[in-house]
Nanobody, 116 residues
């Protein structure tokens, strides 16, 4: 049973920062792409950032220059450093990973709320 465990969400003021963490556990022998998606109420789930095993990175245009994705392969972990947070960043953030050459696995989601 493969599991992705997320942490780091919370309530912050505009301009603040949060760091999200996600670690994969279980019977894992390979992880390729890892990333973060988010879904706000009434909106579709969207890609925030994705990092591939070869270290290539994709960011949504809305977060470029503010968010940084990184990974630690030894820990089967992926991180998202979020700076200069805006109210429009408010969403449930989901960890995603391609594991064992098979499709996508998802975390349970963590709430990020940016509000005064």
């Amino acid at each position: 049973q493969v599991q992705l465990v997320e942490s780091g969400g919370g309530l912050v003021q505009p301009g603040g920062s949060l760091r999200l963490s996600c670690a994969a556990s279980g019977n894992i022998f390979r992880i390729d792409a890892m990333g973060w998606y988010r879904q706000a109420p009434g909106k579709e789930r969207e890609l925030v950032a994705r990092i591939f095993s070869g270290s290539s990175i994709n960011y949504a245009d809305s977060v470029k220059g503010r968010f940084t994705i990184s990974r630690d392969n030894a820990k089967n972990a992926v991180y998202l450093q979020m700076n200069i947070l805006k109210p429009e960043d408010t969403a449930v953030y989901y960890c995603n990973a391609d594991i064992n050459y098979r499709g996508n696995f998802w975390g349970q989601g963590t709430q990020v709320t940016v509000s005064s």
